[in-house]
């Protein structure tokens, strides 16, 4: 992979992050329920990690040619918290508003464009680490879009949630 091309894909994930980010955060700071604000703060909060992780990869293989993929992160467990906090807050502060439903469903369509846009880079990688680092990506976009359906779900079918 050549420098220029490393950093063209760079700065492409990196842009679609900080847009996912800036979704998310306007997303929590309209939300009036504690369930909507938790999960997109921390959706908000990945993609920072997302960033930072785009930018080490990006880095460590400047420093030494090599191509390493950090671990994916343990994140996932955290929604899954926050699921379980939010189950417990539920109805304390009142059903979604019909803009956080509307949040919601924009962020579902927001996490499966990223996850087929990686996808769609990585079937169209020349080499073995953009492969690899798209797939990563697109993992990752994976558990978002999967916690945000089961968030659509919880809220638009109260007895399917626990």
Do not use: C, W
């Amino acid at each position: 992979m050549e420098e220029n091309e490393g950093k063209k894909i760079l700065e492409e994930a990196i842009r679609f992050e900080i847009d996912g980010r800036e979704f998310f955060l306007k997303a929590a700071e309209k939300a009036k329920t504690y369930f909507a604000k938790m999960i997109f703060q921390t959706i908000a909060d990945e993609e920072l990690d997302h960033i930072r992780k785009v930018k080490q990869i990006y880095e460590g293989y400047l420093a030494s040619k090599k191509y390493e993929i950090p671990p994916a992160t343990s994140k996932k467990s955290n929604l899954q918290n926050i699921f379980q906090e939010a189950k417990d807050q539920m109805g304390k502060s009142g059903p979604m508003n019909a803009d956080e439903m509307e949040a919601i469903r924009l962020a579902i369509q927001l996490e499966f464009k990223g996850r087929e846009f990686y996808k769609r880079l990585a079937e169209e990688a020349k080499s073995d680490f953009e492969k690899a680092f798209y797939q990563h990506l697109a993992q990752e976009e994976s558990v978002h879009f999967s916690i945000l359906r089961q968030m659509e779900e919880a809220v638009t079918n109260p007895t399917s949630f626990g």
